[in-house]
């Protein structure tokens, strides 16, 4: 609805600029516009700054067309337009000075698109070198290639149905969901998706959080090479995270570990080991990068994953301290392209003060083994 009322805003503004036309080219005679300019307009000068009222007419409405049409470059066309219609504001202030409230309202828009634009440009530029441009070598995960792992840990590659399957090198998921970001505050829209590989190891994590009406988060985790980083900004615009270090490292290597659950053939990694437990609990460790963390994972007697815990650097504003990292399953599984894998889950801090419940999210969809050029 929002999108139409702007529309409609930008098609009424844009058609308005026709009567600076008409009355140029002296079609009629136009109230709106007496005559009353900043300088002189005579002769051929003035059907010439008729032309550009009625190009700037145009242009309006394309720009409205695209913005209706979800296209990115709606906002350049749209700048055009300002800049050309407040330079016509000006000449006829008298008459057209209102118009200017128009082009501010419509200068925001922009601001904002321009923000998100260019936010996307940052990513997909990102995404070109993280995907892998050539197809990888196809191998398929065996009974026997899984020997040599606990026994645990076998029964859930089982019951994922990751044998049988080729191994998968890229992941490309769909999540919604909702977080917050301390205890006390109010639950924030998540839109997320994810591009993850698993040899290298890495993921970037790209989401569109609703943080309040009209108030929007772009957000970029990323793991790569070893390393972490966390942007985002208000608006696309306005950094209010950029986060990078040791302890940044340490959280995107757990987080990585912990979504194996999501690529099973994962745990098949030479940077990961296992340690069995129990009958149904088992102590991953990852090592790569030069950073290193462990984890358990606990699964019921079907073999389903049920959570996974470990300690995780939790930013605090007198300094990170290492606290209990869970990511508990909703006991809702689902399979993608054959693979069973747990499909709601929530992220919890155990804290001295009480569990933070700090993300809740359901998978959409999962795509394996994609490249680059699907990503466009």
Not at 127 to 154: G, H, M, N, Y
Not at 193 to 200: H, K, M
Not at 202 to 209: E, H, K, L, Q, S
Not at 270 to 284: L, M, Q, V
Request: charged fraction near 25%.
């Amino acid at each position: 609805m929002i999108r139409i009322i702007f529309s409609f805003v930008i098609f009424l503004h844009g058609l308005i600029h026709l009567f600076g036309f008409v009355k140029e080219w002296k079609l009629t005679r136009v109230k709106q516009l007496p005559g009353e300019t900043l300088i002189s307009l005579s002769g051929g000068l003035s059907k010439m700054v008729g032309i550009v009222w009625l190009t700037a007419c145009l242009l309006s409405i394309l720009s409205g067309v695209a913005y209706l049409a979800r296209k990115e470059w709606w906002w350049m066309v749209a700048v055009i337009v300002i800049v050309v219609s407040q330079i016509l504001i000006i000449i006829y202030w008298k008459d057209a000075k209102f118009g200017t409230i128009a082009n501010f309202i419509i200068l925001i828009a922009c601001v904002l698109s321009y923000g998100s634009w260019s936010f996307d440009r940052i990513v997909n530029d990102e995404l070109k070198s993280f995907l892998p441009e050539k197809e990888i070598e196809k191998r398929i995960v065996t009974a026997e290639t899984v020997d040599e792992l606990p026994p645990v840990v076998q029964r859930w590659l089982k019951r994922s149905n990751i044998i049988g399957k080729e191994e998968i090198h890229t992941v490309h998921l769909r999540q919604k969901g909702e977080m917050r970001i301390k205890p006390e505050s109010n639950w924030m829209s998540v839109d997320a998706e994810q591009y993850t590989l698993t040899n290298p190891p890495g993921f970037i994590w790209i989401a569109d959080v609703k943080a309040a009406p009209f108030l929007h988060l772009s957000g970029r985790d990323k793991y790569e090479e070893g390393r972490g980083h966390m942007l985002i900004k208000l608006f696309s615009l306005i950094p209010v995270v950029n986060a990078k270090g040791k302890e940044i490292d340490q959280g995107a290597l757990l987080r990585y570990l912990g979504e194996i659950v999501w690529h099973p053939s994962s745990a098949l990694s030479d940077y990961i080991s296992w340690e069995e437990i129990n009958s149904t609990a088992a102590k991953a460790t990852m090592s790569y990068g030069g950073v290193t963390a462990s984890g358990t994972f606990k699964f019921d007697e079907n073999g389903d994953f049920v959570s996974f815990e470990a300690d995780r650097y939790y930013y605090r504003k007198e300094g990170s301290t290492l606290e209990r990292w869970v990511i508990t399953a909703k006991k809702n599984y689902k399979e993608f392209e054959g693979i069973r894998v747990p499909a709601t889950l929530s992220v919890t801090w155990k804290l001295e003060t009480g569990d933070f419940i700090w993300y809740k999210l359901e998978i959409r969809e999962i795509n394996y083994n994609i490249q680059r050029k699907e990503t466009k």
